[in-house]
């Protein structure tokens, strides 16, 4: 799989199997995290890696999925749906005191295309706990949680949609059971110069 195909096959996944990541590809993805481009270098970002059961499931407890889905059906079902890991994406205060956001989204990025280029599907979440996450996690007060990336092999399909006439964007169900995500298309959103 290119680079470009794992983009274009991502979508967020809201439903996991419980087939185990394979602990090296947890390592490199973290590795690509690492090595992600970051302003002015800091590097202020550290990288958990959850795959312990009841820390995974301590975690899970502290996020909330699927906005859009007012019937609860974008939150993984406990136990069967859980993602079988979770690298939590904190900012070192010692290093720098301020996070700056675009690292996180560069770090986290790297992480969900290169899982998806291994087959593993994943979820960003920023709609979470972090004090509560940290406590869990037993984290140093100098880490300040930012976000967390549900990973695991999907049990669920999700697909580009059109926008619909009304313009609005919320993801749903579709007749078969894929999750519908609307997206604007090239043309909406490219201009040449
Ligand atoms: C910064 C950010 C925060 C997000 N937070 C959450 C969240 O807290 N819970 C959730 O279920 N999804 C979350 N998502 C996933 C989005 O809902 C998802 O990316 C969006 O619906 C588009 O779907 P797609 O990723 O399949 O293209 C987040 C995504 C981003 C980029």
Same mark, same amino acid.
Request: glycine share 0%.
């Given at each position: 799989m290119t680079t470009y195909e794992a983009m274009l096959a991502r979508r967020t996944i809201r439903r996991f199997t419980?087939? &185990?990541?394979d602990p090296e590809i947890l390592k490199k993805a973290v590795n690509v995290a690492r090595l992600a481009p970051v302003g002015v270098n800091a590097q202020s970002l550290k990288f958990v890696v959850v795959t312990t059961p009841a820390l995974v499931e301590g975690v899970f407890d502290l996020t909330k999925w699927g906005a859009h889905l007012k019937d609860g059906s974008g939150t993984p079902k406990? &136990?069967?749906?859980? &993602?079988?890991?979770w690298i939590v994406i904190a900012h070192d205060t010692k290093i720098k005191?301020? &996070?700056?956001r675009e690292d996180l989204g560069a770090a986290a990025e790297n992480i969900i295309i290169y899982a998806q280029s291994e087959g593993i599907s994943s979820c960003w979440l920023q709609n979470i706990k972090r004090d509560e996450i940290a406590a869990v996690l037993e984290l140093p007060e100098n880490l300040q949680i930012l976000a967390c990336i549900a990973l695991g092999y999907a049990a669920m399909e999700s697909r580009e949609a059109p926008i619909p006439p009304s313009g609005e964007t919320p993801y749903y169900w579709g007749a078969d059971g894929v999750l519908e995500v609307p997206k604007r298309t090239l043309e909406d959103v490219m201009i040449e110069r």
């Open positions: 419980q087939q &185990p990541i406990k &136990p069967d749906e859980l &993602p079988t890991a005191e301020n &996070p700056m």
